[in-house]
């Protein structure tokens, strides 16, 4: 898969060993080596996206492309930090690249300026993981059928606000995990405290292959919450999804995200929306209380560092083969500050 370079451990360049040592020590040679050789498609740069992105860069991915068809607008400046100052109305990825160039000369980073949706299906079949942002729910479904089918890892999310949330299919996913040996006692020794201790305590490790199954994007959001099984999954189900369910469906209806400079006019939308949205999921409208609506406007910064982080975190758990990831969604409350992994899909 990578081919072997003179002067460097394993088939990687000197260079590269000096500048990912401490990733390498981290999560392996191997691991690093997956990473090398990965290219990544990464779409709608917001102050999301920019966080997608510096992580993936620093982490050494052969190759980020980033794609945005949008104009840098003053919105953008709140969150978006590899945007330089003065560059309004330039497109998005193209007003992204040198900085983000900047941050790791040995990744190969391209800015794509054309529209996800004018791409056809053989474009996305040169990555190795697509992660979108800033898509309707139609396009995200779409292309997440496209990499499901060839094998692509797939992810998207978006920062609503102080909330934020990110979702992956991996398909049949195989990742090795680290474990640590059980100390075997000796026959006739007593088994105390002190045993106990000794079998906990071990220092060696093993790696252990799993595999695991993800659901695609259109069955997670598709739940049938109407049988006695989900009433009762329903309680140990976090708001958010409805949430998000509900802010999907403003972007779908007005071709955007809710908007600060049209508050008052937004915020009835929501309430309008949340109550179609849960009435059609057979539930009560009472699960998104009234002031939702206050705290999902714009792209807060932090609540971009955070998700960003975890999302370049399950794109790098998933091109290295290591760690167990995050089956199939993380959402992240920035007003609680707490963030929770829910699995969610076919029963």
Same mark, same amino acid.
């Given at each position: 898969?990578?081919?072997?370079?003179?002067?460097?451990?394993?088939?990687?360049?000197?260079?590269?060993?000096?500048?990912?040592?401490?990733?390498?020590?981290?999560?392996?040679?191997?691991?690093?080596?997956?990473?090398?050789?990965?290219?990544?498609?990464?779409?709608?740069?917001?102050?999301?996206?920019?966080?997608?992105?510096?992580?993936?860069?620093?982490?050494?991915?052969?190759?980020?492309?980033?794609?945005?068809?949008?104009?840098?607008?003053?919105?953008?400046?709140?969150?978006?930090?590899?945007?330089?100052?003065?560059?309004?109305?330039?497109?998005?990825?193209?007003?992204?690249?040198?900085?983000?160039?900047?941050?790791?000369?040995?990744?190969?980073?391209?800015?794509?300026?054309?529209?996800?949706?004018?791409?056809?299906?053989?474009?996305?079949?040169?990555?190795?993981?697509?992660?979108?942002?800033?898509?309707?729910?139609?396009?995200?479904?779409?292309?997440?059928?496209?990499?499901?089918?060839?094998?692509?890892?797939?992810?998207?999310?978006?920062?609503?606000?102080?909330?934020?949330?990110?979702?992956?299919? !991996?398909?049949?996913?195989?990742?090795?995990?680290?474990?640590?040996?059980?100390?075997?006692?000796?026959?006739?020794?007593?088994?105390?405290?002190?045993?106990?201790?000794?079998?906990?305590?071990?220092?060696?490790?093993?790696?252990?292959?799993?595999?695991?199954?993800?659901?695609?994007?259109?069955?997670?959001?598709?739940?049938?919450?109407?049988?006695?099984?989900?009433?009762?999954?329903?309680?140990?189900?976090?708001?958010? %999804? #409805? !949430?998000?369910?509900?802010?999907?469906?403003?972007?779908?209806?007005?071709?955007?995200?809710?908007?600060?400079?049209? %508050?008052?006019?937004?915020?009835?939308? !929501?309430?309008?929306?949340?109550?179609?949205?849960?009435?059609?999921?057979?539930?009560?409208?009472?699960?998104?209380?009234?002031? #939702?609506?206050? %705290?999902?406007?714009?792209?807060?910064?932090?609540?971009?560092?955070?998700?960003?982080?975890?999302?370049?975190?399950?794109?790098?758990?998933? !091109?290295?083969?290591?760690?167990?990831?995050?089956?199939?969604?993380? #959402?992240?409350?920035?007003?609680?500050?707490?963030?929770?992994?829910?699995?969610?899909?076919?029963?």
């Amino acid at each position: 898969m990578v081919e072997k370079e003179e002067g460097g451990p394993g088939g990687i360049s000197e260079e590269e060993a000096a500048q990912y040592d401490r990733q390498i020590r981290l999560w392996g040679l191997e691991a690093q080596k997956r990473l090398r050789a990965s290219r990544v498609l990464l779409v709608g740069m917001k102050g999301l996206g920019a966080e997608v992105a510096k992580n993936l860069i620093l982490a050494g991915v052969k190759g980020l492309t980033m794609l945005d068809h949008q104009q840098v607008s003053q919105e953008d400046t709140r969150a978006q930090f590899l945007i330089p100052v003065g560059s309004l109305g330039r497109n998005r990825a193209e007003a992204s690249l040198e900085r983000a160039q900047n941050l790791n000369p040995m990744v190969d980073v391209k800015a794509d300026p054309e529209s996800v949706e004018s791409k056809p299906e053989e474009f996305f079949t040169q990555f190795d993981a697509v992660c979108l942002t800033c898509c309707s729910r139609d396009v995200m479904v779409k292309i997440d059928q496209i990499c499901h089918k060839n094998s692509i890892k797939f992810f998207t999310g978006d920062v609503f606000g102080y909330h934020g949330y990110m979702f992956a299919d !991996l398909g049949e996913h195989e990742f090795v995990e680290e474990k640590t040996k059980v100390a075997k006692v000796s026959p006739g020794v007593e088994d105390g405290p002190d045993t106990k201790k000794a079998k906990l305590d071990s220092s060696e490790t093993t790696m252990v292959k799993k595999r695991v199954v993800f659901c695609q994007l259109k069955e997670a959001l598709a739940v049938d919450w109407s049988g006695e099984k989900a009433k009762t999954a329903l309680k140990r189900t976090t708001p958010d %999804y #409805f !949430l998000l369910q509900v802010l999907l469906k403003f972007r779908t209806d007005n071709g955007r995200d809710p908007s600060p400079q049209n %508050y008052a006019e937004d915020s009835k939308l !929501l309430l309008q929306i949340r109550r179609d949205v849960l009435e059609a999921l057979g539930i009560g409208a009472d699960l998104l209380p009234d002031e #939702f609506v206050s %705290y999902c406007f714009s792209e807060m910064a932090p609540v971009c560092a955070v998700v960003g982080g975890v999302l370049g975190q399950e794109v790098v758990k998933a !091109l290295s083969q290591r760690d167990p990831p995050h089956n199939n969604f993380f #959402f992240f409350d920035g007003i609680k500050g707490n963030g929770i992994v829910e699995c969610l899909g076919p029963s």
